[in-house]
């Protein structure tokens, strides 16, 4: 079962890349070991960016931050009525999409997927998926570290753990207490958000975030986190993968990453019915 969910992965992550025909560019004429080691390069030199970025924060990105936290804090009020709605749907769910949103987030099914992807994008001397798969890594390495720092240091106790949406034990080494943030919803939103920067078409777009959508609203049904635990860990993966992104078009190291292509603007909402990010097309 794991290996057909991989295989599945690999082959949706490898079309959404390839299938793009705006983005074919020229077989790169060096070697693929002088390709490998470029890539490794900016991967590198992304994550180094990316994890710096915070000694470099000006007015906006504090405001930015500010939003982000205020915004989780006033979602927690619903933290434990909306675990209820989401226990109750676990029944009625697909044993496939529950297979799918576990093995999908386990970070070594997600980085074999990535390593397929990247391998594919190296055998054939793409730029485009090579790219795409140097985002990824280098996004993931840098939100795992957040996520890595933020579940010990908070130790917010899960929803199947019988304890409250606000009952904490910081630096915990049980699992009970590693809710916050959600390494799942981390790991499928910034593949999802680094994949659908590839597209020009809105319904590609809209299609990838849904399919990246599944693992947190799996985690949720699986009463393994709260609402606030995914909303938050969604939030900085499209930060940081747009951080990265931003690195390597200024960087201009890869003319895949140049192009003229219809972004999404994000913005925290914030009003007395509506809480989340807005996706502007």
Same mark, same amino acid.
């Given at each position: 079962?794991?290996?057909?969910?991989?295989?599945?992965?690999?082959?949706?992550?490898?079309?959404?890349s390839?299938?793009?025909?705006?983005?074919?560019?020229?077989?790169?004429?060096?070697?693929?070991?002088?390709?490998?080691?470029?890539?490794?390069?900016?991967?590198?030199q992304?994550?180094?960016?990316?994890?710096?970025?915070p !000694? *470099?924060?000006?007015? &906006?990105? +504090?405001?930015?931050?500010?939003?982000? #936290? %205020?915004?989780?804090?006033?979602? $927690?009020? =619903?933290?434990?009525?909306?675990?209820?709605?989401?226990?109750?749907?676990?029944?009625?769910?697909?044993?496939?999409?529950?297979?799918?949103?576990?093995?999908?987030?386990?970070p070594?099914?997600?980085f074999?997927?990535?390593?397929?992807?990247?391998?594919?994008?190296?055998?054939?001397?793409?730029?485009?998926?090579?790219?795409?798969?140097?985002?990824?890594?280098?996004?993931?390495?840098?939100?795992?570290?957040?996520?890595?720092?933020?579940?010990?240091?908070?130790?917010?106790?899960?929803?199947?753990?019988?304890?409250?949406?606000?009952?904490?034990k910081?630096?915990?080494?049980?699992?009970?207490?590693?809710?916050?943030?959600?390494?799942?919803?981390?790991?499928?939103?910034?593949? !999802? *958000?680094?994949?659908? &920067?590839? +597209?020009?078409?809105?319904?590609?777009? #809209? %299609?990838?975030?849904?399919?990246? $959508?599944? =693992?947190?609203?799996?985690?949720?049904?699986?009463?393994?986190?709260?609402?606030?635990?995914?909303?938050?860990?969604?939030?900085?993966?499209?930060?940081?993968?747009?951080?990265?992104?931003?690195?390597?078009n200024?960087?201009?190291?890869?003319?895949?990453?140049?192009?003229?292509?219809?972004?999404?603007?994000w913005?925290?909402?914030?009003?007395?019915?509506?809480?989340?990010?807005?996706?502007?097309?």
């Amino acid at each position: 079962m794991r290996g057909f969910f991989i295989t599945v992965l690999l082959c949706f992550s490898v079309s959404v890349s390839a299938q793009n025909d705006t983005l074919k560019k020229p077989v790169d004429s060096l070697s693929r070991w002088k390709l490998l080691k470029h890539d490794a390069k900016y991967t590198w030199q992304s994550v180094k960016h990316s994890v710096s970025r915070p !000694a *470099h924060w000006k007015g &906006k990105d +504090f405001k930015t931050l500010g939003f982000l #936290v %205020a915004g989780t804090l006033a979602l $927690s009020s =619903i933290d434990e009525p909306a675990n209820q709605f989401f226990k109750r749907q676990d029944a009625k769910a697909p044993q496939l999409v529950k297979d799918f949103g576990w093995y999908f987030g386990s970070p070594q099914n997600y980085f074999m997927v990535n390593a397929g992807l990247y391998g594919v994008g190296l055998i054939t001397k793409s730029e485009t998926i090579r790219k795409t798969s140097v985002l990824i890594i280098s996004s993931s390495v840098t939100t795992g570290l957040i996520q890595s720092f933020a579940k010990n240091a908070i130790g917010r106790a899960r929803p199947n753990s019988g304890y409250g949406a606000f009952d904490f034990k910081p630096f915990s080494p049980e699992g009970a207490f590693h809710s916050f943030p959600s390494g799942h919803t981390i790991l499928s939103m910034t593949m !999802a *958000h680094s994949i659908a &920067k590839q +597209f020009n078409s809105t319904w590609a777009k #809209v %299609a990838t975030y849904s399919i990246g $959508s599944i =693992i947190p609203l799996s985690r949720l049904t699986a009463n393994a986190h709260w609402v606030t635990d995914t909303a938050f860990s969604a939030a900085i993966s499209i930060i940081v993968v747009d951080c990265v992104d931003r690195f390597l078009n200024n960087t201009k190291v890869y003319s895949a990453a140049n192009r003229d292509s219809k972004k999404i603007s994000w913005r925290l909402a914030i009003k007395p019915n509506q809480i989340g990010l807005v996706g502007h097309f």
